[in-house]
Nanobody, 126 residues
């Protein structure tokens, strides 16, 4: 059974940092691309960042470029999202998602990801 478990969310002030973790089990982790998405109340789920199976390639939505960094440790079956200079507009439930690398086509719409975690809440106060 495939499981993705996010952790590291919390309540912080604007300008603070957080590191989210996504721990995977039940799959051959090093052949899966992994992405982070977020969903704020009343808004659609939004792509945040993605890392290819090898860690050699990453992609970010424009609003987080230069502030967020996605990385992975395949030995630990874990992907991280380092979030710096947090803003109130970053407040959302953050979820990680995985898909086999052979399905990669540059499109990061949520429906193209196979497995999902439950999410972790990030709240940034002003």
């Amino acid at each position: 059974q495939v499981q993705l478990a996010e952790s590291g969310g919390g309540l912080v002030q604007a300008g603070d940092s957080l590191r989210l973790s996504c721990a995977a089990s039940g799959l051959t982790f090093n052949i899966y691309d992994v992405a982070w998405f977020r969903q704020a109340p009343g808004k659609e789920r939004e792509f945040v960042a993605r890392i290819r199976w090898s860690g050699s390639s990453t992609s970010y939505t424009d609003s987080v470029k230069g502030r967020f960094t996605i990385s992975r440790d395949n030995a630990k079956n874990t992907v991280y999202l380092e979030m710096n200079s947090l803003k109130p507009e970053d407040t959302a439930v953050y979820s990680c998602a995985a898909r086999p690398d052979h399905l990669y086509n540059g499109d990061d719409r949520p429906k193209l990801y196979t497995y999902w975690g439950q999410g972790t809440q990030v709240t940034v106060s002003s």
